[in-house]
């Protein structure tokens, strides 16, 4: 029975995926994932090969939830 070998070159698509965000983007991203604590997501649109928006969605745990913590977190 022969071995799996897996591929070691990455498809070209995924290699070249990340060559249109310049470092400004990079860091806005960083920051919209470090604002959203550990429940949140990020969403990525893009257009034409460019990033056009950033989309946030944060989420709150049901289990944790104390009277009052959604209007602390607001803003």
């Given at each position: 029975?022969?071995?799996?070998?897996?591929h070691?070159?990455?498809p070209a698509e995924n290699?070249?995926?990340?060559?249109f965000?310049?470092?400004e983007q990079i860091a806005m991203?960083?920051?919209a994932l470090s604002s959203l604590g550990p429940y949140g997501e990020v969403r990525l649109v893009v257009e034409?090969?460019?990033?056009r928006f950033l989309v946030t969605q944060k989420s709150i745990d049901t289990?944790?939830?104390q009277p009052g913590s959604l209007a602390d977190n607001a803003g």
């Open positions: 029975m022969p071995e799996y070998m897996p070691s070159n990455a290699s070249k995926s990340h060559r965000l310049n470092p991203i960083d920051e034409k090969g460019r990033l289990f944790k939830w």
